[in-house]
């Protein structure tokens, strides 16, 4: 089983403009739901291989509507810890080319509060974080525990920092700490932007080849219209352009890649990524970039089912 742990949440995405000699042309928000870590586990669930969610989700209207959609998208909640406290939520702006700007309202919401799980069952051959759940206190040391212990027992451990900057307080203590992780961290994906900003301007592919030597197996770099890559510490061993589609938005996106690197990984019996040769790699990196190409010709993250898959083109 693959278990994801992160953050659930409600983004509020623009819908129709409201009455501009009232609202000032405001556009009404319309609640769907949301999160990295949380869009990663739709994805790996909706493609049919066994996934778990692990995180705290309010017991409010919108945590019962998270907890459905993953029931309704093949997910585990097992793991899950449910409280009384509110739903994180996410104010979503598009810019012209359907790109997503956030603004969080996190302070005393469930997802932070998560308590350590202990070790994961035995079944568990993937754990999955990032996002705010790598940020905010006090479930950031929660899941950093999780990191270092499942690494430890040779359990497949994938990151997705997915930088939230305005979230970080402390930029450069936050870059110390994801150095930290690299050692633990088997699979690294990361976009652009997020590389960009983690090292302050370096090249996204010196940027992985030190990371792979700090410790990480494979670096995938998702790279906007340049299609996806991937660098393990013989280089950059594979590459493969998007797809192209008419975008809606990119909400998800990175997600959905997160997600079918997973289900392609485990549907290939992948434990260990250092294994995987350039073919393999090819292989895993257009089946993430045909599932993207799904979730951004749709309004929000709606990551593909394996149906979507096989029927696209």
């Given at each position: 089983m693959i278990v994801v742990g992160g953050e659930a949440l409600v983004d509020l995405v623009p819908g129709e403009p409201l009455d501009s000699?009232?609202?000032?042309?405001?556009?009404?928000?319309?609640?769907?739901m949301g999160g990295?870590?949380?869009?990663?586990?739709?994805?790996?669930?909706r493609l049919?291989?066994?996934?778990?969610?692990?995180?705290?989700?309010?017991?409010?209207?919108?945590?019962?509507?998270?907890?459905?959609r993953l029931h309704a998208s093949g997910v585990?909640?097992?793991?899950l810890q449910r409280?009384?406290?509110?739903?994180?939520?996410?104010?979503?702006a598009l810019d012209e080319k359907g790109s997503a700007q956030y603004t969080f309202y996190?302070?005393?919401?469930?997802?932070?509060?998560?308590?350590?799980?202990?070790?994961?069952?035995?079944?568990?051959t993937a754990l999955s974080l990032g996002t705010l759940g790598m940020v905010?206190?006090?479930?950031?040391?929660?899941?950093?525990?999780?990191?270092?212990?499942?690494?430890?027992?040779?359990v497949l451990t994938v990151l997705d920092p997915n930088i939230r900057a305005a979230l970080i307080a402390d930029p450069a203590a936050y870059r110390a700490r994801f150095?930290?992780?690299?050692?633990?961290?088997?699979?690294?994906?990361?976009?652009?932007?997020?590389?960009?900003?983690?090292?302050?301007?370096?090249?996204?592919?010196?940027?992985?080849?030190?990371?792979?030597?700090?410790g990480v197996d494979a670096v995938v770099l998702t790279r906007g219209a340049q299609g996806l890559s991937v660098i393990t510490r013989a280089g950059e061993i594979a590459r493969v352009p998007s797809r192209r589609v008419a975008v809606v938005d990119t909400i998800g996106a990175g997600d959905t890649v997160q997600g079918a690197l997973l289900a392609w990984l485990y549907s290939n019996e992948v434990r260990d990524v250092s294994t995987l040769d350039a073919d393999g790699w090819r292989s895993a990196l257009e089946f993430a970039a045909k599932a993207a190409s799904i979730t951004v010709s749709r309004s929000g993250a709606e990551p593909p089912t394996a149906e979507d898959m096989a029927s696209a083109v």
């Open positions: 000699t009232v609202d000032g042309g405001l556009r009404a928000l319309l609640p769907r990295g870590p949380y869009n990663v586990a739709l994805a790996a669930g049919g291989v066994p996934t778990g969610f692990f995180s705290r989700v309010s017991n409010d209207r919108f945590g019962m509507a998270l907890v459905d585990d909640t097992a793991l409280g009384n406290e509110p739903t994180t939520l996410a104010v979503v996190t302070e005393g919401t469930a997802d932070r509060l998560v308590g350590d799980p202990g070790a994961l069952p035995e079944n568990v905010l206190e006090p479930g950031a040391s929660t899941y950093e525990t999780m990191l270092r212990r499942e690494s430890a027992r040779g150095e930290s992780w690299l050692p633990d961290v088997r699979l690294l994906k990361i976009s652009d932007d997020d590389t960009e900003w983690l090292t302050e301007g370096a090249d996204p592919i010196d940027a992985a080849k030190v990371w792979t030597s700090a």
